[in-house]
């Protein structure tokens, strides 16, 4: 990643622009000793600590103005040939997502970016929940080289679940089937993070800002993301990216949506009170290993710009579009099947890092390499829970505990007990009264009811579900978080500074 060729140089460049300059700028330096001097003006990417990304210029003096102009010319036309670069975006922005600062963070950081790369932009403000997921489907999307969504994970998800329903739509896939072969969706989304959690940004680009992930959208980067597909009785749920996860985040979740208004603290505060609650819930879970990738949850490796795993399974996945029509394995497959009292069940597509927890809930969990990982954390003690909870802060190994298991999947299967109790007809009315009891005293943590399935953020209905990793259903405008050239935390810099 360090060596610079020709090539990387324009890839890092934002704009090229002939310098309008005036008389104070003339008359600084050497260069006032010009009768009439010429210059450009080339904005490009400067690569600053902990993955930030700014726009930073440089000015090129010279005396001839032919040469002068076929500078410009040339880069120009360098630029213009950088297919990936988009032109043409629709934008959706929550005003109400995280702090409320959707709208300004837009205007003041994003959109004076866009127009100095010659973007043009559609921009919503969505006036309620669900209007931009109903827009996509109407829109013409043909039109657009990516949508831009400025909020939060949930934001993100209401503009994936329009962009893959549409595209479903589009080819006559029935997503109520849930063994249906998903169409990739080619339309790239941006996130422009302004949300409470903003877990997915952190997870794609390695730091929350909203500059940082415009000069993603601008230089074009591409990051294909799994998509879980979630499914009750043959009906289609929701789909999922970063994390699906009941009883402990599930509870949380459901906490937090009374408190909206405390913004991104109502997570910090429903947090607590669940972790005090420690309800643990009894129930059946099925899975089918994830055989066909190279990696394990317990890797010390992460994913990383250019991961080889998420490029193999890229490689199987273009196999598997040319075998199309020949039985898939899949059903055939082992499951294996797992009882027992839990706090927490966790399935994560990628690693869920936020600030919250700077290396996620699966640090090694790859963002498109067709698998998730389940992690199982069993009835303990709520100091053995606090104990692993903080371990999602610092290096220690949040999986070297004898009560939590994790397995990497490409597809799972939940019920709880007392849906399986509900469907054998078992009717002890002793046991629902019980159950009653406990949902009156919450200090007694046993299984009263059903915990919520928290996905991305928003809950589900249904305890019982069935869930299906999609390998690489998606892309964003992003490249995964990059390796740093010079140790962690160093500055790293961009090919157009090495050049200079
Ligand atoms: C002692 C400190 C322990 C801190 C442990 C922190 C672990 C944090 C892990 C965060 C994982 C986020 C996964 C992302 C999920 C998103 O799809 C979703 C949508 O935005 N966000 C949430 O559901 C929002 C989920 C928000 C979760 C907040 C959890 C806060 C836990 C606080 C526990 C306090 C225990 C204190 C005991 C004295
Ligand atoms: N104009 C609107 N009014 C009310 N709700 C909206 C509007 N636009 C979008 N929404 C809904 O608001 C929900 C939350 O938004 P968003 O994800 O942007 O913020 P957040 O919940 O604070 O952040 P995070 O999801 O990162 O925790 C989304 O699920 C979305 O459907
Ligand atoms: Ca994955």
Request: net charge neutral.
């Amino acid at each position: 990643h360090c060596q610079i060729s020709g090539l990387d140089v324009i890839e890092g460049i934002i704009a090229v622009e002939e310098t309008e300059f005036n008389k104070k700028q003339r008359n600084t330096g050497k260069w006032q000793k010009m009768a009439k001097p010429h210059a450009f003006t080339v904005y490009y990417v400067k690569k600053a600590r902990n993955h930030r990304w700014r726009c930073s210029d440089v000015t090129f003096w010279c005396v001839d103005e032919h040469l002068c102009n076929q500078w410009i010319q040339a880069l120009k036309e360098l630029l213009e040939m950088q297919k990936s670069r988009p032109k043409q975006l629709l934008v959706y922005i929550n005003p109400y997502g995280g702090r409320r600062q959707g709208k300004r963070i837009y205007e003041q950081k994003v959109a004076p970016l866009f127009s100095l790369a010659s973007i043009s932009t559609d921009v919503v403000i969505t006036e309620h929940a669900n209007h931009a997921k109903d827009n996509l489907f109407e829109v013409n999307i043909n039109k657009y080289d990516g949508v831009v969504c400025v909020g939060g994970d949930g934001m993100f998800s209401e503009v994936m679940h329009g962009l893959i329903g549409r595209m479903q739509k589009d080819s006559g896939i029935d997503q109520n089937n849930p063994k249906a072969p998903l169409v990739q969706c080619n339309i790239r989304i941006g996130i422009i993070p302004a949300g409470s959690t903003d877990c997915i940004c952190y997870s794609t680009v390695g730091i929350i800002d909203p500059v940082t992930s415009a000069l993603h959208i601008i230089v074009g980067d591409c990051q294909p993301l799994d998509v879980s597909s979630v499914h009750h009785n043959n009906t289609f749920l929701k789909y999922s990216v970063s994390l699906l996860g009941y009883g402990f985040y599930g509870d949380i979740l459901k906490d937090s949506e009374k408190k909206r208004w405390m913004g991104p603290m109502r997570y910090d505060y429903s947090g607590f009170k669940t972790f005090l609650s420690h309800h643990y819930y009894e129930g059946t879970i099925s899975f089918q290993p994830a055989r066909h990738t190279l990696g394990s949850p317990r890797d010390k490796d992460s994913c990383r710009t250019g991961c080889y795993i998420c490029k193999k399974s890229e490689q199987q996945l273009a196999e598997q579009h040319k075998e199309r029509g020949l039985k898939r394995e899949e059903d055939e497959e082992e499951w294996k099947v797992i009882k027992g009292k839990f706090l927490a069940i966790n399935a994560v597509n990628m690693s869920c890092a936020c600030p919250r927890s700077p290396k996620g809930l699966s640090p090694a969990a790859h963002l498109a390499d067709g698998s998730a990982d389940l992690i199982l954390v069993r009835k303990c003690s709520r100091f053995d829970f606090l104990r692993y909870l903080v371990r999602h802060t610092n290096q220690d190994d949040q999986f070297d505990f004898s009560f939590v298991d994790v397995y990497r999947v490409k597809s799972f299967q939940f019920t709880s007990k007392l849906s399986e109790d509900n469907e054998s007809n078992v009717t002890d009315i002793g046991k629902k009264r019980f159950g009653q009891f406990c949902r009156d005293h919450p200090a007694c943590c046993c299984n009263s009811a059903n915990s919520t399935w928290n996905c991305d953020g928003e809950t589900l209905d249904s305890s019982a579900i069935e869930v299906r990793v999609h390998c690489q259903l998606m892309k964003l405008f992003a490249r995964g978080i990059e390796e740093n050239c010079k140790g962690e935390d160093a500055d790293s810099q961009s090919s157009v500074e090495q050049l200079l």
